[in-house]
């Protein structure tokens, strides 16, 4: 039976959950990914990196090579965190922070180029900000000579227009960008575009569903001020979408090309301005009660993308 990588298709299930599952493992210790690697086709195992703040792993076995990049452990911290600066790549314009990445692990990305020369089947994926890193690692590659499949999975934005070209251009077809319902990073920073093959992924009884009861019943410190500006930034945004997905009738999970809107820069500053009000909350506070903030975990994506595989 071939491997879930074993493809070209532009979207393949099968290969969507594998790297899902992937991207899952770039967030355990190096033990587990490695085990994970071993009972997953690649007897192997991985070699793992971590170097500033990014970390990984990469694993060859036959004509496979896949580069996994984690993302952040916080939503919240991270988008509390996030600026807008960006930075000249060789392809256009890109987020300074994760250029910047890509280039902390160079001798990393050295050493995949050299075991992956020879693959037929090249795969890069990420979630978070793993995600936008791998795009850049995708490119790393294709100025080195190889042509890479990327998935990413809640992936923030990453770059402008002019480096969404180049990538398109260099790597036509290559690049599929799965966003799970309301899940908020897809839809930040501002000022920044997507691009690529976009599936999101929606399910009867959850996008119908944008009440804040949940938060509201949140132990104190969380106020209302927080949670009204909360409901204003995240969600008046999406209801529109919500109706028509309730209208369809839709009675299982699937894939949609439609996309949630981005968040204006106002929108963005009320945000971070609610987060930050929250920052040292355990349990209680924003990222642990808006369902844009749970549909981000990448279990939830493994989740609902095998239910969408094994049904197809």
Request: glycine content about 8%; aromatic content about 8%.
């Amino acid at each position: 039976m071939a491997h879930p990588l074993e493809t070209h298709d532009r979207l393949n299930l099968g290969a969507a959950v594998f790297l899902a599952k992937a991207s899952q493992a770039a967030y355990s210790e190096d033990a587990s990914a490695d085990a994970w690697a071993k009972s997953e086709g690649f007897p192997g195992g991985v070699k793992s990196f971590s170097r500033e703040n990014v970390q990984g792993f990469w694993a060859v076995q036959g004509q496979i090579a896949l580069l996994a990049l984690r993302g952040t452990q916080s939503t919240a911290h991270w988008i509390r965190n996030l600026t807008l600066a960006p930075s000249n790549h060789q392809w256009g314009r890109v987020h300074l922070g994760f250029h910047d990445g890509i280039v902390d692990v160079e001798p990393d990305m050295q050493e995949f180029i050299g075991a992956a020369r020879n693959a037929r089947f090249v795969w890069v994926t990420g979630h978070s900000l793993g995600g936008a890193l791998a795009l850049i690692a995708a490119a790393r590659l294709k100025m080195s000579g190889i042509s890479s499949t990327t998935y990413t999975y809640g992936q923030p934005k990453m770059c402008f227009s002019n480096f969404a070209d180049r990538f398109a251009s260099e790597l036509p077809g290559r690049y599929v960008r799965f966003v799970n319902q309301n899940d908020i990073v897809p839809r930040v920073p501002p000022f920044y575009v997507h691009f690529g093959n976009l599936k999101r992924i929606v399910r009867p009884g959850v996008l119908e569903s944008f009440s804040l009861e949940s938060a509201a019943a949140a132990p104190d410190p969380v106020t209302r001020p927080q949670l009204a500006a909360a409901k204003a930034t995240i969600e008046a945004s999406v209801m529109e979408s919500a109706v028509a997905i309730a209208a369809s009738g839709i009675d299982k999970p699937l894939v949609i090309d439609s996309e949630l809107p981005p968040l204006t820069n106002q929108q963005f500053l009320e945000l971070k301005i609610a987060l930050e009000a929250d920052a040292g909350l355990e349990g209680a506070g924003l990222e642990f009660a808006l369902p844009s903030f749970k549909d981000h975990g990448i279990a939830n994506y493994i989740t609902l993308l095998t239910q969408i595989r094994d049904q197809s």
